[in-house]
């Protein structure tokens, strides 16, 4: 497969989300890393994703929205903490996890019954997920268990040959993946460190009194 490298505008944008639609993978820049990602609702263009990456088939696969709002595409039971959360930090860097609603594959979740979900802070995905009226299926844009990319140069060095199309929007921002919070956990745990400083999030917590803790060593 030939992996073409277009630069991340308008016209290209509309060239990535007909190929999401199809089945087929782009990868895309993001407030954080480059993303590989699918059309999320389609079984069958997530299990690239896994192909693609060499990924493990336990290791689920986050979902980015557009807006806040659009949380209640993919997930249920919704808690005023995660309302909370989003309305601070999204767009940005926190990933939370949640309930999956039923219309979210099982090959997302990794057959799990919970949902990674977040908005990034970024044009082109946020442009993507417009064009394509869906949810992306989005994961680093690197082979499992390697250095996740911050340019497309990197992004092809990786999956060139895998995946159908690189949006090339120059080196992300930031650099750093998101940082992870489970709220289907009691209490809220930390599953990963990352952009976001979890002291930020503990604050915004602080008022409801809801303590976290951090994903056991």
Request: charged share 20%; proline share 9%.
């Given at each position: 497969?030939?992996?073409?490298?277009?630069?991340?505008?308008?016209?290209?944008?509309?060239?990535a989300?007909?190929?999401?639609?199809?089945?087929?993978?782009?990868?895309?820049?993001?407030?954080?890393?480059?993303?590989?990602?699918?059309?999320?609702?389609?079984p069958?263009?997530?299990?690239?994703?896994?192909?693609?990456?060499?990924?493990?088939?336990?290791?689920?696969?986050?979902?980015?929205?557009?807006?806040?709002?659009?949380?209640?595409?993919?997930?249920?039971?919704?808690?005023?903490?995660?309302?909370?959360?989003?309305?601070?930090?999204?767009?940005?860097?926190?990933?939370?996890?949640?309930?999956?609603?039923?219309?979210?594959?099982?090959?997302?979740?990794?057959?799990?019954?919970?949902?990674?979900?977040r908005?990034?802070?970024?044009?082109?995905?946020?442009?993507?997920?417009?064009?394509?009226?869906a949810?992306?299926?989005?994961?680093?844009?690197?082979?499992?268990g390697?250095?996740?990319?911050?340019?497309?140069?990197?992004?092809?060095?990786?999956?060139?040959?895998?995946?159908?199309?690189?949006?090339?929007?120059?080196?992300?921002p930031?650099?750093?993946?998101?940082t992870?919070?489970?709220?289907?956990?009691?209490?809220?745990?930390?599953l990963?460190?990352?952009?976001?400083?979890?002291?930020e999030?503990?604050?915004?917590?602080?008022?409801?009194?809801?303590?976290?803790?951090?994903l056991?060593?």
């Open positions: 497969m030939e992996t073409k490298v277009l630069s991340a505008e308008k016209e290209a944008i509309g060239v989300a007909r190929i999401l639609a199809e089945g087929g993978l782009v990868a895309f820049p993001t407030d954080t890393v480059y993303g590989v990602g699918a059309h999320a609702l389609q069958d263009a997530v299990e690239r994703i896994y192909t693609a990456k060499i990924r493990p088939r336990d290791k689920a696969i986050p979902i980015l929205l557009a807006k806040p709002d659009d949380l209640v595409l993919v997930a249920e039971g919704i808690t005023e903490t995660a309302w909370l959360l989003a309305e601070r930090f999204w767009p940005g860097g926190l990933t939370l996890v949640l309930p999956k609603k039923a219309n979210v594959p099982d090959v997302v979740s990794a057959g799990g019954p919970t949902v990674a979900v908005v990034p802070d970024h044009p082109v995905p946020l442009a993507l997920i417009a064009a394509l009226g949810p992306l299926a989005a994961t680093s844009a690197n082979l499992s390697h250095p996740s990319p911050v340019t497309a140069q990197e992004v092809k060095a990786e999956l060139g040959g895998r995946i159908e199309l690189i949006l090339d929007g120059g080196q992300c930031g650099g750093i993946p998101s992870v919070l489970d709220l289907s956990a009691d209490p809220p745990t930390v990963r460190a990352g952009a976001i400083n979890v002291e999030i503990k604050a915004a917590l602080a008022e409801q009194r809801i303590e976290i803790c951090y056991p060593d």
